[in-house]
């Protein structure tokens, strides 16, 4: 019955936050980003501003907070533990982006093409968007890790710190790829396919077998 409670109470917050976020990305299209105040977000929302900071603590958290990492992570615990770890990282970035912008997620990629449309054009989310990268880059290391621990795999040992600094730095290249596509995607008004766009920076980095189905 706690369990139920709990999952409940998940639930209600991830919906109260979307609610949040979807009034915040309207108002900071309509009326531009610095010219829209908390307040004014909280109204729309129909809460109260105490509410609003304790799920989004600053103005920035409005739209670079997302499920992401999330997504990635799971990826990565229900891919193979075997391989470059650059193979691993590519394929999980390209599953994610697919489950945010396919046929079947019409609203989730909407929302993740405004929110990026409005991080390149606001000064302030650009450099917060350092953050978050490097939050996304725990993320990819601590999966890999876990995944690790569960398995006799040759992934990173969270023990050792040769073996962690090379997943940071297979995650680190990996994201930079990442970004590389997504702003492509944005400035081209999500005209073209986000997964191949994610596909084509990671080959042009790692070459095309890192994209190329596990065997």
């Known amino acids: 019955m706690a369990e139920r409670h709990s999952t409940l109470r998940a639930q209600r917050r991830a919906q109260t936050q979307r609610t949040i976020q979807a009034h915040a990305i309207r108002l ?14 909280a109204e729309a929302a129909g809460v109260s501003p105490m509410t609003l900071y ?43 982006a697919t489950a945010l912008t396919g046929d079947d997620a019409a609203d989730d990629r909407e929302f993740l093409l405004v929110r990026l449309q409005l991080m390149i054009a606001t000064p302030a989310l650009r450099a917060r968007h350092l953050d978050n990268q490097y939050a996304l880059q725990q993320a990819i290391t601590s999966a890999l890790h876990d995944d690790a621990a569960d398995s006799d795999a040759a992934d990173p040992d969270p023990a050792d710190p040769d073996a962690d600094f090379q997943a940071q730095a297979a995650a680190s290249a990996c994201l930079a790829a990442l970004h ?23 080959a ?11 065997r």
């Open 54 to 96: 304790r799920h989004f603590p600053t103005k920035e958290d409005l739209v670079l907070t997302d499920r992401h990492g999330e997504l990635i992570a799971e990826h990565l615990a229900a891919s193979p533990a075997e391989g470059p770890l650059t193979h691993r990282i590519a394929r999980a970035l390209i599953a994610a």
């Open 28 to 41: 900071f299209t309509a009326r531009g980003y610095d010219a829209t105040t908390m307040n004014e977000i």
């Open 180 to 202: 590389t596509a997504m702003v492509r995607w944005a400035e081209d008004d999500g005209r073209s396919d986000l997964p191949h766009l994610i596909g084509r920076a990671l």
């Open 204 to 214: 042009a980095v790692f070459g095309d077998e890192v994209v190329e189905p596990a």
